[in-house]
Structure formats: structure tokens, C-alpha cells
């Protein structure tokens, strides 16, 4: 088979940036390409942590200070490079100071908009200055879903990029993209906002995502289920009747998870191991869990644990109802790690205070505190209101964590709700987003725990579920491939 020609861009990466799922994807992306012996780039931009972590990239000749406008002003962009870790894949960092030396790698300036513009153009200009003709470019959510538009106007018949092709990837749909007609002139000339969706544009909008899903030769994301919720109902957030004017073209792969990274056998951030013949290293990691956080729950008893952006995506409005009546009620532990909106940290914090010794609240990006909380949990809760994929669940089944999580998109595609009488599933999953029904699941997970022939069953049934990337690369390579 011939080897393919693959850009990827994306607004994080793991290891260099994460705030969630999106960079664990990318970066697996770029090493399972990789290993198939294809010829795959990645662009992502140079943030103050990538320069600061890693301060031996090297610069790319012909590939510093190059000018490039944005609407009234006048950018300049430089490449840096290194190789991904363990594969010979480059990552290209797009370093503009002016645009991305900010305190995070998202921000509600005005000029928002314009960082990944210029991302999207830099990428664009980086591989002309490369002499690199990618067969296809993948777009990652709508930090990169100008890019199909910009090649069907702006590099049209540019001698090495007018035949590339493009698919977007939508990771989630809630993040769109949003800025003001204003905005046309950073755009692009007036060949590319001719081709905008005229009716936005009227009503004073221009949507990154949504002309993404328009000009990208094809679509997809992060599993069956999340494909078909935003077609069909109102999940697409706005995008429904887009997306179903290019059904055809609209596909859902389940993410894959690095089990290189996520595997209790051999998890770099944990002290002991462990697997499905042999659970004593989980019991020695809830120790250490409740240890370093201060809790005095005896280990016996079941601990639920989570670790989440705290936005409105993830349910928590569910858990504020639940949570307090559930703790008076039932005895168990939970540990969270989270961090965002300051409503949820403030009730979370309360809770921790309310249930001092049983509920443990952390806030904050910790990566090692997020495997040890995988580790050590019995139990792990996302009661997701949507859920494009979701990576900790998949995560959980493998550290015989049982997840609890709501019939949406991935968590649907990746957890079989148990049944004890034929003692097949991998976890508790319920449909309704309400309390009653978080309640439910809850309440149900509890007693299956306290049956320990229920609760083997289950590890057991979750330790063997396998969503390596090995498989799901294929189907990535079979869309790369039908585009090319
Ligand atoms: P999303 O991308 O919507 O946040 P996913 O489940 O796909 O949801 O991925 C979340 C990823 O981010 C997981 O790898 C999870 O462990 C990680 N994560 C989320 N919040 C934190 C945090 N506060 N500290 C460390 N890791 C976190
Ligand atoms: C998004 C989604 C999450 C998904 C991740 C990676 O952040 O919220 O469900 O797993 O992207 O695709």
C-alpha cells in the first residue's frame, strides 16, 4: 500500500498542551499514523508552556519571521520542530507571540478568533515553505475548520496544495466558533466571505465549525452515536440541518485509548500495578488516594471518583441536585478533580466541607492525580448531559473502575449497562437527564458493590473490554486513504 501524505492540525496536543480529550487524541493520531509508516505532520501553536517545557526545539530554515495578514494587521510567524515522542513524525509548532503568549491556550480576548486564524494560515504557508504537499489535511474542531474553504479559494491553484483534500473532525459541537461579521476582513478577501453562509453572515455571525462542515471534503467525529445525535436532534446545537446537507459525507469513529499511557499494568504515575488476575495493587493505589487527599473513609467502603472539565457539558447541574441527599443517605466516598466554571468548583468546594473527611474536592490540571483517582476509585461518574466521545470512561473499564454515565454519544458507543442476572455489562448507564435518574444509577452501582461476587463480575467484564487505537486507526486510514 502507498504511503500517505497526512497534516493535522490541532490546538493541543499531548504531551507539549491539553485541556482535555482533543490533545490525547491528536497526539494518538500522530503516533498510530506514524507506525502505519505514513508520512504524517502535525501543526499546533507555540504556547508559553510548549516554549517553557520544551526549550530545545529547533527552528525550521526558510520558515522564520514570514509575514502574514490578518484583516488590518500585520503578523509575523515562525516554525519550530521536533519529532513526536517515539515516532519519526514532526510537529511543527507555529510560534507568533503576539497571538498565543497568553496565560492559557484559550481566552475570551476579541481577538480570539484571529489566534487560530493565523494558526490555520501558518499551517497552510508553513507546508509551502516546507515544499510539503499533504494528500490530505485533518482538521480538529473549529480552531482549524477554515482551512477547506481556504484551499477550495485562497491556495485553489496553488501548485502544491490545490489538490489536497480535507476532512474535519468534530470533537464537540458546543464550541463553535462564533465571531461578528465584523470579522470578515480577518477572514479573508472578499473570493473567500462570498462563499460564507450568506444567512449568518446577514444576521451578523460567522461561524468557524459550520463552514467547516460545509467545504470539508469530509466530516466525521468522535463516535456512532454523537454522528447521529447531531444530525437528528437538537445536540447538533444549531449545526442539525448543516450537517444532514452532507449526510453522505458525515461519519463517527469511537476514539481509541493509549494504553501505553492508561493501563494499570503498567501506568507510569502509579507506584503499584495491577491486572485482572490480581487486584491487590488497586486496594494499595485507593490507600494512596485517600491518603494524599485526606479522607477518612475506610477502604472498604466504595469511593467514586472524577475527573473533569467543569463546563455544562458534563452534568454536574444533575449532580448538585443529587449529591448532597445521595451523601446523607448512603455511605461512600468521592473524590474530584476538576477544574473551570467557578458555579460547579464553589459546590464541589462546599460539599468537601459539608462531607469533610468523605468528599474530596481538587482543582487544577493533574495529570498523576487524574491516573491515581482512576486507580483508586471503585466507581467513576460522568453523567454527561453530551458526550462526544469521552476518553475517562474507556480509561475507567481498563482500571476495573466501574463507570456510571448517561446514554449520550460515546459513553452509549463504549458502556453496556449490567445486567446481574446474565452478568454481562461493564457498568451502570441511564437514560434520563435528571436527578431522579442519576439518583437511580447511583443508588444501583452502590448495591452491586456491596455484593462482592457482582462486583468481580463486573471488574472482570470491564478489565477485558479493549478500544485500542490498533483498530480504530484503521478506520481513519481507510478515510484518509478514499480521500487521497
Ligand atoms: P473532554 O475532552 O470533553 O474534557 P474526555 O473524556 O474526552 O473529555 O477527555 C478528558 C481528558 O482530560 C482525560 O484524559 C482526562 O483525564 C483529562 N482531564 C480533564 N480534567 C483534568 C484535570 N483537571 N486534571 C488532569 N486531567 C484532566
Ligand atoms: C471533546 C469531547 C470528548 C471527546 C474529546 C476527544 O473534548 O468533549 O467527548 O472524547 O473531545 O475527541
Not at 500500500?1 to 507539549?16: D, F, H, R
Not at 502535525?42 to 530545545?56: E, G, M, Q, S
Not at 470512561?393 to 449490567?418: E, K
Request: glycine fraction near 8%; charge should be neutral.
Amino acid at each position: 500500500m502507498s504511503v500517505l501524505k497526512l497534516c493535522l492540525l490541532s490546538s493541543e496536543i499531548v504531551p507539549y498542551a491539553k485541556t482535555g480529550g482533543l490533545a490525547d487524541v491528536a497526539g494518538a493520531l500522530v503516533r498510530n499514523v506514524s507506525a502505519l509508516r505514513h508520512d504524517v505532520r502535525a501543526f499546533t501553536p507555540l504556547y508559553p508552556i510548549v516554549r517553557r517545557n520544551y526549550p530545545d526545539l529547533q527552528p525550521v530554515l526558510g520558515a522564520q519571521r514570514v509575514p502574514l495578514r490578518i484583516g488590518d494587521t500585520e503578523y509575523g510567524f515562525s516554525l519550530l520542530t521536533c519529532a513526536y515522542p517515539g515516532s519519526d513524525a514532526p510537529v511543527y509548532f507555529v510560534d507568533c507571540p503576539a497571538l498565543f503568549d497568553r496565560p492559557g491556550l484559550y481566552t475570551n480576548d476579541p481577538d480570539e478568533h484571529r489566534r487560530f486564524l493565523l494558526f490555520t494560515r501558518a499551517t497552510l504557508e508553513g507546508c509551502r515553505r516546507l515544499g510539503f504537499s499533504p494528500q490530505v489535511f485533518h482538521c480538529n474542531d473549529w480552531h482549524s475548520a477554515f482551512l477547506p474553504l481556504y484551499l477550495r479559494t485562497l491556495y485553489a491553484s496553488d501548485s502544491l496544495l490545490a489538490r489536497a483534500k480535507s476532512l474535519l473532525t468534530i470533537h464537540n459541537i458546543g464550541y463553535q466558533g462564533v465571531m461578528p461579521s465584523a470579522a470578515a476582513a480577518d477572514v479573508g478577501p472578499a473570493s473567500v466571505w462570498a462563499l460564507l453562509d450568506q444567512g449568518d453572515f446577514g444576521r451578523g455571525g460567522i461561524n468557524a465549525l459550520k463552514t467547516g462542515i460545509r467545504h470539508a471534503h469530509r466530516v466525521s467525529t468522535v463516535s456512532p452515536t454523537y454522528a447521529r445525535e447531531i444530525r437528528e436532534t437538537p445536540l447538533g446545537m444549531g449545526l442539525e440541518s448543516a450537517l444532514r446537507e452532507r449526510t453522505d459525507r458525515v461519519t463517527g469513529i469511537l476514539n481509541g485509548v493509549d494504553y501505553q499511557a492508561w493501563d494499570p499494568r503498567h501506568d507510569p504515575h502509579l507506584d503499584a500495578h495491577f491486572n485482572p488476575e490480581d487486584l491487590r495493587g488497586k486496594l494499595i493505589n485507593k490507600e494512596m488516594l485517600t491518603a494524599t487527599l485526606g479522607l477518612k473513609i475506610a477502604t472498604s467502603r466504595p469511593l467514586i471518583g472524577m475527573v473533569t472539565r467543569l463546563t455544562e457539558q458534563k452534568g454536574i447541574d444533575l449532580l448538585m441536585d443529587a449529591l448532597p441527599d445521595l451523601l446523607q443517605a448512603r455511605d461512600f466516598g468521592l473524590v474530584v478533580l476538576g477544574s473551570g466554571d467557578s458555579k460547579y468548583s464553589g459546590f464541589f468546594e462546599s460539599l468537601a466541607q459539608r462531607f469533610a473527611g468523605r468528599v474530596s474536592y481538587r482543582t487544577g490540571f493533574d495529570e498523576p492525580l487524574a491516573h491515581l483517582i482512576e486507580a483508586g476509585s471503585d466507581i467513576f461518574l460522568m453523567p454527561s448531559r453530551y458526550e462526544p466521545c469521552g476518553l475517562n470512561q474507556m480509561y475507567s473499564l481498563r482500571y476495573g473502575t466501574i463507570p456510571v454515565v448517561r446514554n449520550t454519544g460515546g459513553l452509549a458507543d463504549s458502556v453496556q449497562h449490567f445486567d446481574p442476572g446474565t452478568g454481562r455489562g461493564t457498568g451502570c448507564v441511564f437514560n434520563d437527564y435528571d436527578a431522579p435518574a442519576v439518583r437511580w444509577a447511583i443508588n444501583t452501582v452502590l448495591d452491586w458493590f456491596a455484593i462482592p461476587s457482582i462486583w468481580a463480575q463486573l471488574q472482570r467484564n470491564a478489565m477485558a473490554q479493549d478500544f485500542s487505537w490498533t483498530r480504530q486507526i484503521q478506520e481513519y486510514e481507510a478515510l484518509y486513504r478514499g480521500l487521497a
